[in-house]
């Protein structure tokens, strides 16, 4: 198995999150959670259903406010700017669904298009063409681009999904569980690509994901949430070098104990 070399530490940090809380109602979801991300690297972030991964995530992006603890992204302050100045944050931060979220009814160009269209609205008809096909070559799939989502394998809807990012080439990628669903052979081509976006587009990623061997291969650095914080960062083996009840079964379950 690939070794991931270590995050350099001495790199900007693209992510600040300092003292971070989030409750809905009496449920405490993130209790004082303190995380970097620094520039270059894919820092994995684990942690049970329910302890607020998502909730993080959606932080980042704006989409929900902390009660209290500071949130930064690329130099601004995430519930302190103006609205349009976190729409420009966001075509930074580029967010790749679950589901891969493709459109359904539009063919594989279409879909690669629209983020284009919408948010580059500069680029000629010529300049949009050569970046669909160029961002479909990055993730290996230049032959599907006039299929329809609904003619595409699992892992291909993920790469379109990834494609889709990628084409506004952002700084940071947040990939939301990249392998769930798919059968290893194909989470092993995922976590290549997550690899190669690293290299070939030099964006700074989360990676959220249930998936060991994705966290291994693809993590400069793993993150683990415990109860609302993250009690354990470093490598995966200085994560999981634990008796620690809460994360010894991630390692027995994966790793077949
Ligand atoms: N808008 C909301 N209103 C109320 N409760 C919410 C809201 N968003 C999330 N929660 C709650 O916060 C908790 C954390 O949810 P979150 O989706 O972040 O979990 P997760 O770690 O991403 O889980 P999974 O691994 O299953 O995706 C859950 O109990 C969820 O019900």
Redesign the pocket.
């Known amino acids: 198995m690939r070794e991931k070399p270590l995050t350099d530490t001495t790199a900007e940090k693209v992510i600040q999150i300092n003292g971070l809380y989030k409750s809905?109602g009496n449920?405490h979801?993130l209790r004082g959670v303190d995380l970097d991300l620094y520039r270059g690297e894919n820092l994995v972030v684990l942690?049970k259903?329910?302890?607020?991964?998502?909730?993080?995530i959606k932080i980042i992006i704006g989409l929900?406010t902390p009660d209290a603890g500071k949130v930064e992204v690329l130099g601004n302050v995430v519930d302190e700017i103006t609205y349009k100045e976190l729409l420009a944050l966001r075509l930074q931060v580029g967010f790749s669904f679950q589901n891969s979220a493709l459109y359904d009814s539009m063919t594989v160009r279409e879909n690669l298009e629209f983020p284009l269209v919408r948010n580059r609205k500069t680029l000629t008809k010529g300049e949009v063409n050569k970046l669909v096909e160029e961002t479909l070559d990055a993730v290996g799939l230049l032959q599907t681009i006039n299929q329809m989502p609904s003619e595409l394998s699992g892992g291909q809807r993920k790469r379109i999904g990834i494609a889709r990012t990628l084409i506004l080439q952002p700084e940071i990628m947040l990939y939301d569980e990249p392998t769930a669903g798919l059968d290893p052979i194909t989470c092993l081509e995922i976590n290549k690509l997550i690899n190669e976006v690293q290299e070939r587009y030099k964006t700074s990623s989360i990676v959220i994901t249930?998936d060991l061997t994705c966290a291994k291969e693809v993590g400069n650095r793993v993150a683990m949430?415990l109860d609302g914080k993250f009690e354990r960062q470093g490598t995966f083996e200085e994560v999981f070098n634990t008796n620690d009840e809460r994360v010894k079964p991630f390692y027995d379950y994966n790793f077949i104990k």
Request: charged share 5%.
């Open positions: 809905f449920y979801v942690g259903s329910g302890t607020g991964k998502s909730v993080l929900l249930h949430l």
